[in-house]
T-cell receptor, first 110, second 112 residues
Framework: QKEVEQNSGPLSVPEGAIASLNCTYS??????FFWYRQYSGKSPELIMSIYSNGDKEDGRFTAQLNKASQYVSLLIRDSQPSDSATYLCAVSYGNNRLAFGKGNQVVVIP | DARVTQTPRHKVTEMGQEVTMRCQPILGHNTVFWYRQTMMQGLELLAYFRNRAPLDDSGMPKDRFSAEMPDATLATLKIQPSEPRDSAVYFC??????????FGPGTRLTVT
């Protein structure tokens, strides 16, 4: 069973602050990691991918990967109301398949 | 702006009826995925195609679900017979590779 855990409850952050989301996974063989954003009633949208240990920055988003500790995180800097959504962590397993976490809801308060 | 399209967007049906969901992948994408999303289970992989060939359908209940790609512009997911526990949002995603997936708008299925 490939498990991807996103245990935090809804995250409320003031506009302009940093939102921090964490994800842990069970399969040590996983090599590829992704963050998707899903607005309420909409489909998931890929926002970040990361394959190597360390940080990867893309605009206001930073993904961090630590394979030894089996966790991946997402930082959203200068949070905007438009960042209010559910963020899904996805981890590769087997032959190019993705296992998704259940998501973390982020609410940015103006 | 190329997008994955899915039909129907909403479907309400009675238990025991056949349900067919359709997906048109983005032109040129050779990988197609079917997912199911529920509050309880989250997003689950049902089937995966590459170049129209099925690579994995281990996530599907084999006795009632089937997925096919009759041509490069159409992927189908069928449920026969449908059950109330099949109620969910079904997403199709396509991509130029497995690690770049673009999701369609989904089909919201309600089985009563």
């Amino acid at each position: 069973q490939k498990e991807v855990e996103q245990n935090s409850g809804p995250l409320s952050v003031p506009e302009g602050a940093i939102a921090s989301l964490n994800c842990t996974y069970s399969d040590r063989g996983s090599q590829s990691f992704f963050w998707y954003r899903q607005y309420s009633g909409k489909s998931p949208e890929l926002i970040m991918s990361i394959y190597s240990n360390g940080d990867k920055e893309d605009g206001r988003f930073t993904a961090q990967l630590n394979k030894a500790s089996q966790y991946v995180s997402l930082l959203i800097r200068d949070s905007q109301p438009s960042d209010s959504a559910t963020y899904l962590c996805a981890v590769s397993y087997g032959n190019n398949r993705l296992a998704f976490g259940k998501g973390n809801q982020v609410v940015v308060i103006p | 702006d190329a997008r994955v399209t899915q039909t129907p967007r909403h479907k309400v049906t009675e238990m025991g009826q056949e349900v067919t969901m359709r997906c048109q992948p983005i032109l040129g994408h050779n990988t197609v995925f079917w997912y199911r999303q529920t509050m309880m289970q989250g997003l689950e992989l049902l089937a995966y195609f590459r170049n129209r060939a099925p690579l994995d359908d281990s996530g599907m209940p084999k006795d009632r679900f089937s997925a096919e790609m009759p041509d490069a512009t159409l992927a189908t997911l069928k449920i026969q017979p449908s059950e109330p526990r099949d109620s969910a949002v079904y997403f199709c995603a396509s991509g130029p590779s497995w690690d770049e997936q673009y999701f369609g708008p989904g089909t919201r299925l309600t089985v009563t």
